[in-house]
């Protein structure tokens, strides 16, 4: 089993720039890929970004596209999501994922692709 823990939230202005990670332990082998998701209070949990493990491939959603950028370093098994020029909309609990099974790019979206989650990171931004 993989274990995902998320680090680096935190309370910052609009426009100010963040990195959040997660950190992977366990059968990381087994990972296929690993995707950001966040969600608001009151609103459903949003695809951010995702990166396939091996290959480096991402997919990174629309609305957030040119702001954040994901990436993955496999010698430390962890991913991150860097963002940048944060908004105010962006204030959400951040969760990464890891999905075990090989998957069309299509559903990267998609929550129930992803078989483990970590705990989640607040992150909150100001006006």
């Known amino acids: 089993q993989v274990q995902l823990v998320e680090s680096g939230g935190g309370l910052v202005q609009a426009g100010a720039s963040l990195r959040v990670s997660c950190a992977a332990s366990?059968?990381?082998?087994?990972?296929?890929?690993m995707g950001w998701f966040r969600q608001a209070p009151g609103k459903e949990r949003e695809f951010v970004a995702a990166?396939?493990?091996?290959?480096?491939?991402?997919y990174v959603a629309g609305s957030v596209k040119g702001r954040f950028t994901i990436s993955r370093d496999n010698a430390k098994n962890t991913v991150y999501l860097q963002m940048n020029s944060l908004k105010p909309e962006d204030t959400a609990v951040y969760y990464c994922?890891?999905?075990?099974?090989?998957?069309?790019?299509?559903?990267?979206?998609?929550?129930?692709?992803?078989?483990?989650w970590g705990q989640g990171t607040q992150v909150t931004v100001s006006s």
């Open positions: 994922a890891a999905a075990t099974a090989r998957m069309y790019s299509s559903r990267w979206p998609l929550p129930g692709e992803y078989d483990v």
């Open positions: 990166i396939r493990w091996s290959g480096g491939s991402t």
């Open positions: 366990g059968r990381t082998f087994s990972q296929y890929a």
